[in-house]
């Protein structure tokens, strides 16, 4: 049971108050599958993405070859879809952060290929305070859907979180772990 | 009497007060339809707007802890004990903040206004200057009233005062339970906000004779290097200026005044130079711990808001004597208002006590007397790069500094380079830093963190323009026509806090938009920050730009509390330009600038209730506002769904309903997560229905180019939602936008006249009333 509790964040920032926290993952393979079996996910990237790298290779490149490897469509929140553009890629959609999850609330919202709402969201880029409280939402007013994060710390708000990495190498092994579980189970 | 007749006879009584206090015989303008409101009084204006800029939001925790039958789990659609569901709660906790907001500047107004009548006299004659003619545009739309005398400021803080009571009470266990209902109390309490604001830069500016009716005020020093510091300095921090003018009083009357630096942190610093042309602006909220533990002050006094709360231990720290003066921020210290001043100096200089004195023009005299004695006592000399240097040597990167950091910053990163003698990380990170302080508290090495940013703080001292309060009435005249039209392509607003994410940003983003002829206006810590940067002839923003209320100026009204005269310069609009009468007449007023009026609110960085207020005062009055990423915090924004909403309007001069498909305003409150993103937004939201084709042409080039410019080429992809005839496009960008609406399957559409959202939902407003 223990791997299945919340740790305390080390950025003791934002730390939840409250009954229902994330379930936090350290298993790659565990988030892969996680993301396999959704229906409809959605890949909603931050402009952190554009600002970090790991080991010269730039978030974002990561985040576009998890999208690549299962087909996820991709919303473009802040000004990121500038280096998206840079890199070849095209966005899905062109939504803030909050007005996308604005949309992500209504059961009834056909989502970003006008499929149908998003069973699963994935936040990867957005900074913490703004992510935080966007995952708050969808906790509280969007219960037909799952959220979860691929950022570095915690998300006590989301289903599924990483949890606090102390070093960007653990973060870096777990990116590169997802993505060859994910073109395993393919 | 049966019950009707007594409801009647209640109503009556009510009109009967409302029309006493307001001088209903005088005939200034007819009377509107609501005069002195009362919380239901608009809430049918409340739940238009809340229709189509629907709350969002965004709970800190999933509980509620507000009363003993709790702690209540609100989670997965559960109800509290109460019977509050998770949405009620956060509108009950938007109430809150908007409530203590607002009582602090109405608790501001209330000192002032009191304290300057016990000068001057409730008689003394409000004039601000021939230019001004509607003095005091809230008072008179909200309340109905065109104040004369320091009596009628009073009059008008009693109604805030009023109906604060009915709203906090509103809070209370087993009362309100709606979420809406929330809301529109919430924007009731912002409404109230801006005429507390209002009624307390009246006061202040012909109580203390600030400037007023001028564009060129002075330019005061800025910075944290602008303190002599071989002399005595007094640093003042809050917001209520009674004590920092007594300061200075005593100063000039005792031949003092070259011999005694007096520089301000927050709102307090930026009333002191509107008083006095030797006063400095140390800087915004950001810098107060810092500059506190610099020890440069030989005397701190404090007013009222914004400051530490733990300053008396940090004065102590550094050997600052310290003088609290309000009574909203006593401190725990010894009341030594009936004291002897001699002896009050005595104590403070030889046994280093700390004070409470509640009398301002003693605590401004024992604050110069201390001043002299203390600082020839004290050493005061910012640690040298090679000392920084040392002490940043004992880091070992262990990154509890950043985990305790609101903004996760590599701190540790940046010691552990001073110690290795790169100061560059360093002062970056000052640059962004709110000055919380956590990291050094939490330091198992106790290293002196903010001691070490001394030698990677810059060294340099700037110049902010002197708040100048109310727009001028000529000023409106000639720029009312080319918002209206569109022409203007909007009124950018940057107020509140500012540091966060960069400080920077704020001149940025203000500078962007006085160059593409936008009228910028700040007030308070980000008209602070907006001078802290200079270009390549090392001159401010304020060099740079004119200060006048017209395309491409860059205006600083002043502090917090002048925060109403920019919301007052949108009133000034309809009733100058457009003729429509303010006085109690709040509805159709409101509606106007919805419709009309291009203008846009920037909160950036991390603040306090008092944001959550105002920011709530505007969008009742249909300005939107947008926040900076940290201001997720706030919990609440409003909203729309552009393409699924209803956006149909009133076309006033037809009198028909016409759904425009138009998104504008497209939300009253956004947060953007970066500048990039925030400028691109502002231009939006400055897009209103009544632009001419010209105007929301120059509206829709400023939109693509900064799109372009920052959003990584290309053409917005709601374009199409904003062009209604191919003539509101931009020739620059026509043949490309035409394309895209081509491919986008777009149709003309018609161009309103008079848009409203009069005769749109239930009000006692005729739609006649808006057709001026």
Not at chain 2, 85 to 91: E, N
Not at chain 2, 527 to 541: N, P, R, S
């Amino acid at each position: 049971m223990k791997e299945d509790m919340m740790v305390l964040p080390t950025h003791r920032v934002n730390v939840l108050t409250g009954i229902k926290s994330a379930k936090v993952i350290e298993d790659a393979s565990e988030y892969a599958a996680l993301i396999r079996r959704a229906k409809r996910p959605l890949l909603v990237l931050g402009p952190k993405l554009a600002e970090i790298s790991l080991d010269g290779k730039l978030l974002l490149e990561y985040a576009l070859e998890i999208a690549k490897v299962v087909n996820i469509p991709l919303c473009a929140t802040s000004h990121i879809k500038g280096k998206m553009v840079e890199l070849g890629a095209k966005p899905d959609s062109e939504y803030d952060v909050v007005e996308i999850i604005n949309h992500l609330k209504s059961p009834a919202w056909q989502g970003v290929r006008k499929e149908g709402n998003h069973d699963l969201v994935i936040f990867f880029g957005i900074r913490t305070d703004i992510g935080n409280q966007g995952l708050s939402t969808l906790k509280h007013f969007a219960p037909h859907l799952k959220t979860m994060t691929l950022c570095k710390y915690v998300y006590p708000h989301a289903d599924y979180s990483l949890p606090n990495f102390r070093k960007d190498a653990q973060w870096k092994e777990f990116l590169e772990k997802l993505i060859s579980s994910l073109k395993e189970e393919k | 009497m049966t019950e009707v007749a007594e409801k009647k006879e209640k109503k009556t009584r009510r009109q009967r007060e409302v029309e006493k206090l307001i001088r209903a015989e005088d005939q200034w303008e007819p009377i509107g339809a609501t005069p002195m409101p009362e919380i239901p009084d608009l809430r049918n204006w409340d739940m238009r707007l809340l229709k189509t800029y629907a709350p969002w939001y965004a709970p800190f925790c999933d509980l509620c802890c507000f009363c003993t039958y709790g702690k209540c789990d609100l989670t997965e659609c559960r109800r509290g004990a109460c019977g509050i569901d998770i949405a009620g709660q956060q509108g009950r906790i938007i109430l809150l903040a908007c409530c203590m907001g607002m009582s602090a500047h109405a608790g501001h107004a209330r000192h002032i206004i009191d304290y300057l009548i016990e000068r001057h006299g409730e008689d003394y004659k409000i004039d601000l200057g021939s230019n001004v003619a509607v003095e005091a545009p809230h008072i008179r739309t909200v309340l109905g009233l065109k104040p004369e005398t320091l009596g009628d400021l009073r009059t008008a803080i009693e109604y805030v005062e009023r109906e604060l009571i009915h709203l906090v009470s509103a809070l209370h266990t087993g009362q309100e339970g709606s979420y809406l209902d929330y809301e529109s109390k919430a924007l009731h309490a912002g409404m109230l906000d801006h005429v507390g604001m209002e009624a307390a830069d009246i006061a202040q500016i012909v109580g203390f004779k600030y400037p007023t009716s001028v564009a060129d005020t002075p330019l005061a020093g800025l910075g944290l290097a602008s303190i002599d510091t071989a002399k005595p300095m007094i640093l003042v921090i809050g917001h209520n200026p009674a004590s920092s003018t007594n300061v200075i009083d005593y100063l000039r009357q005792n031949n003092l005044y070259d011999k005694i630096e007096v520089g301000g942190i927050c709102c307090t610093a930026l009333e002191t130079t509107r008083y006095s042309d030797s006063a400095k602006v140390i800087g915004p909220l950001s810098r107060q711990l810092y500059y506190v533990r610099t020890g440069m002050a030989d005397v701190i006094m404090t007013d009222e808001q914004c400051i530490r709360t733990d300053i008396v231990e940090e004065a102590k720290k550094v050997g600052s004597a310290l003088i609290a003066t309000s009574d909203k921020a006593c401190y725990g210290l010894e009341d030594a208002t009936e004291k002897d001043i001699d002896e009050i100096v005595r104590q403070i200089v030889e046994e280093g006590k700390q004070f409470l004195i509640l009398d301002h023009a003693k605590a401004g005299e024992v604050a110069v007397k201390v001043a002299l004695k203390l600082a020839p006592q004290r050493k005061k000399v910012l640690i040298s790069e090679s000392e920084a240097q040392e002490l940043a040597k004992v880091c070992r990167e262990c990154e509890i500094c950043e985990r305790v950091c609101p903004n996760l910053f590599s701190i540790g990163h940046g010691i552990r380079q001073v110690g290795q003698g790169n100061f560059e990380p360093l002062r970056q990170l000052f640059d962004q830093c709110i000055g919380c302080g956590k990291c050094e508290e939490e330091c198992p090495r106790h290293i002196p963190i903010f001691k070490i940013m001394q030698a990677a703080a810059s060294k340099d001292t700037f110049k902010v323009r002197v708040g100048r309060g109310p727009i001028m009435d000529t000023e409106i005249r000639n720029v009312g026509a080319p918002i209206v039209l569109g022409t203007i392509p909007g009124v950018v607003a940057f107020v509140g806090c500012s540091n966060l994410p960069d400080i920077d940003d704020v001149v940025e983003m203000a500078e962007e938009f006085a160059k593409r002829k936008y009228i910028v206006v700040l007030s308070g810590c980000a008209a602070m920050v907006a001078g802290m940067k200079k270009d390549a002839d090392g001159l401010t923003i304020y060099e740079r730009y004119p200060g006048n209320f017209d395309a491409g100026g860059v205006v600083n009204v002043g502090s917090c509390v002048a925060n109403a005269h920019i919301t007052g310069a949108a009133m000034k609009i309809a009733n100058i330009f457009a003729t429509l009468p303010l006085r109690g007449n709040y509805e159709v007023i409101a509606d106007y600038i919805l419709n009309r009026v291009g203008a846009v609110g920037v909160a950036w960085g991390a603040y306090s209730q008092k944001a959550a207020s105002i920011a709530t005062g505007c969008n009742r009055l249909g300005i939107p506002v947008l926040l900076g990423p940290h201001s997720s915090k706030y919990r609440r924004l409003y909203l729309s769904k552009k393409g699924e909403d209803d956006w149909r309007v009133m076309d006033g001069r037809k009198a028909e309903v016409v759904d425009t498909g138009e998104p504008s305003p497209e939300h009253l409150l956004y947060v953007t997560e970066t500048k990039e993103k925030a400028m691109v937004m502002i231009s939006k939201l400055c897009i209103r229905k009544n632009d001419t084709p010209q105007g929301r042409g120059i509206k829709l080039n400023h939109y693509i180019s900064l799109y372009k410019k920052y959003m990584g080429g290309g053409l917005p992809d709601d374009l199409h939602l904003y062009v209604r005839t191919d003539r509101d496009l931009p020739i620059v960008y026509k043949k490309e936008a035409m394309a895209y609406l081509k491919e986008v399957g777009w149709k003309p559409k018609p161009v309103l006249s008079l848009p409203t959202l009069i005769g749109t939902y239930p009000s006692k407003v005729p739609l006649e009333a808006v057709i001026h």
